[in-house]
């Protein structure tokens, strides 16, 4: 039994070792292979903040968009019947299914120049691709599912009785939402919001697409990691990457806290 | 009247919940909905507390209209068979909800909440959670978050269904003491007719969404309209087309004329009260309930021969 039990959990460790820790160690152990002074003139370049900055700018509208979003959906998909509701379904799911690339494609062809809308709004003087309103919709469009995702299923869990109670004791919907619903739901919107913004942040290809790729200019966090890489600025592009894998590492540690809570609540 | 129901119907696809049923209920009584699942009652409550909206037909409370009015702003106090506790809430909290809702005072909500935590018996728990509470303390926190408002009625959804045996028995008795307190229009949905006798002033059995009978539990028990009531507020025993209650079965040593002869199949004691299974000739099987005394000066056995005369005959005419 005891043997058993060791092998599988060196398997499951291995298995992450060589695919994970491995990889996300050696990137650490490259970066800082001379020393702490390239790394800091290449996290400082003006190029690399600029990239930072933008992929948090574009996670910044994203995240609390899509969360909206992802509250409003699940409870229309737990709470109402209506017309095409299998249909808001599956397109939820959609983004999943979908690669960043096509994606990205698609609002080329809808938002481009010669795109559905993209002439009408050029008169306008609005510029969708190869600009940051196109970065944030393709963002938008990979990091869709997460939140409806997790508090679907939380919200079919806690039933319809806790809100019954509050109609019965008069609060009105919105007052049931805020002190019922939304509390109830809230670990599920937490863990939602932190996927969100790890995707968010991580997004290479839809944006690439859509983004044009100038540096210092429509450069996310991740294609400038790209960049740095093809112009052979390896320590450009570990410490940015680092960077990235930091933030990402954060999120996965925030998240863990918050399954633990989870429980208590 | 504090509640009137005229003729209203709730359908749910092909189910008719509820059909064409009107009812009165008056201020300061307690009403309890009588009927097995599926008759109706839970439905026709939450129709009155407005977590319903009826087909047809118009709901009243205090003479005002409030078929159209939604569920918040009834001026209802209502209590889930499951609790519906905020589980995210205190205790305090949960009793204080409904006048958080109403923004009245900090100062005038501690008042409160501290007067019926005493009131429902839940003094020392007001920071606990409700999952650190017993069923049965979840119930009287809810009973109690219902009352905080001080509604104009108090709707009860088999509130003690989820509770064992024991407790549903305390909470009952203290419902009916609360009751005689506050005195607030109380309307209780049970299945069990023990419970709807003992606790409610008035007893509304309901069958296949209509409602087959009302009065008081006396009335109820002694003059039940038909089969199904008869058959439902109490144990019967048939005897031929007519019934039987089983403390009406006189069980004799020898015959008198009126008496029929039948066999002892089996006798049940249960402390003071002992049931006896008889078999008549015609292979009718009856229930007879006796005293222990009574048992004693007859001293009869199982497989003993005897004789019984029903006491009081039910018949009614038509087959419902």
Known sequence: MTARRWTVRLLALGYLSALLFIPVAMIAVRTFQNGIGPVWTAITDPNTVHALWLTLQITL????????????????????????????????ALPFALSPVVVGLCLILTYGRTGWFGADLANQGIQVIFALPGMVLATIFVSLPFVAREVIPVLREIGTEQEQAAATLGASSAQ??????????????????????????????AVA???????????????HVNTAYQS?????????????AVTALSTVLIMNLVNTRRGEG | MAISVEHVTKRFGDFVAVDDVSLEIEGGSLTALLGPSGSGKSTL???????????????????????RVPAHRR?????????????????????????????????EIKDRVAELIELVHLDGLGDRYPSQLSGGQRQRM???????????????????????????????????RLHDEVHVTTVIVTHDQEEAMEVADRVVVMQSGRIEQEGDPVELYEHPVNKFVMGFIGPVSHLGDAMVRPHDIQIMLSPNGTTLPAVVERIVRLGFEVRVNLELDSGERLTAQITRDELDDLAIEQGASVFVRPRKLQEFSNAT
């Open chain 1, 176 to 205: 049931t939402f805020f002190r019922v619903t939304l509390p109830a739901i809230r670990w599920g919107v937490v863990y939602g919001v932190v996927l969100t913004t790890a995707r968010s942040i991580g997004e290479y290809g």
């Open chain 2, 45 to 67: 409550l939450r129709v009155i507390a407005g977590l319903e909206v009826p087909d047809t037909g118009t709901v009243a409370l205090l003479g005002n209209d409030v078929t």
């Open chain 1, 61 to 92: 509208i994203a995240v609390p968009l899509n969360t909206i979003f992802g509250i409003c959906a699940a409870i229309a998909i737990v709470r109402y019947d209506f017309r095409g509701k299998a249909l808001l379904n599956a397109f939820i």
């Open chain 1, 232 to 244: 052979f600025d390896k320590v450009g592009a570990y410490s940015t990457a680092l960077v990235l």
């Open chain 2, 142 to 176: 809810a009973l109690a978050r219902a009352l905080a408002v001080e509604p104009e009625v108090l709707l009860l959804d088999e509130p003690f269904g989820a509770l064992d045996a024991r407790v549903r028995k305390d909470l009952r008795d203290w419902l009916r």
């Open chain 2, 75 to 107: 001026g209802i106090g209502f209590v889930f068979q499951h609790y519906a506790a905020f589980k995210h809430m205190t205790v305090a909290k949960n009793i204080a909800f409904g006048l958080e809702v109403r923004k009245r005072s900090k100062s």
């Open chain 1, 209 to 223: 697409v859509v983004s044009g790729r100038i540096i210092g200019v429509t450069e996310t966090a991740t294609i």
